[in-house]
């Protein structure tokens, strides 16, 4: 039978995470562990109040999941379709399972996860490092602590952000996105990513309210 059990983890960020929609002090986040055949698999969830989830609430969810593991700790694909029929929704508990069975299953066969997987990992895709909002003088300062990252995703949607991203230009050649979350009208999208064009960005991420269909 497979067992769960599950904690709060909460991480002091560096510094404080700045987005368009407030700021962050605290990672609030929940560990997972599903045992089986003297293994541990580990998970992680980071919920967020934006999609309606809290640790409090990926807690509770997972004290239900426990009792819909079954005893197979590879039978993935129908464990994961039970926990969602038992209570949907609430990604980052579904998450956390998700993940802790499949460290698990590479434990009981010995493997590395990318092995199960049958991945190669010098095809590993390249992610960004993101760098929250701030003045222009702490976004330079942070790009410049950042030069070891190929790829830097850069909050927006304040007053400052062309003086932000020529900040950051004027520090680094890495290649640049920029995530509004949200922050932008239509009318303000098109304006900032006209204005943004001379420092190279090679995308947007989110610039209007996700409702806004029509606006997008």
Not at 22 to 41: D, F, L, M, N
Not at 94 to 101: G, S
Not at 177 to 203: C, H, Q, S
Request: charged share 25%.
């Amino acid at each position: 039978m497979l067992t769960l059990e599950a904690s709060p983890m909460n991480l002091k960020l560096h510094e404080p995470f700045r987005i368009s929609r407030g700021v962050q002090h605290y990672a609030h986040c929940v560990v997972a562990k599903i045992s089986a055949e003297g293994a541990t698999g580990l998970g992680e969830a980071a919920p967020t109040t934006y999609y309606g989830e809290t640790q409090e609430s990926v807690l509770s969810c997972l004290s239900v999941y426990a009792g819909h593991l079954g005893d197979d700790p590879f039978a993935l694909e129908d464990i994961l379709d039970e926990v969602e029929h038992t209570i949907g929704r609430n990604g980052a508990a579904r998450a956390a399972v998700d993940l802790a069975l499949h460290d698990l299953a590479g434990k009981l066969l010995g493997i590395p996860l990318y092995q199960l997987l049958g991945l190669n990992p010098a095809k590993t895709p390249k992610t960004s490092f993101t760098l929250g909002i701030d003045t222009p003088a702490e976004m330079r300062r942070k790009a410049l602590e950042a030069q070891g990252y190929p790829i830097l995703k850069v909050k927006v949607g304040t007053r400052n952000d062309l003086e932000n991203l020529k900040a950051i230009r004027e520090v680094s050649d890495a290649v640049i996105r920029v995530d509004a979350n949200a922050g932008w009208t239509a009318k303000e999208a098109i304006r900032m990513i006209e204005a943004l064009e001379p420092y190279n960005i090679e995308f947007v991420e989110q610039p209007v309210p996700s409702h806004d269909l029509e606006g997008l």
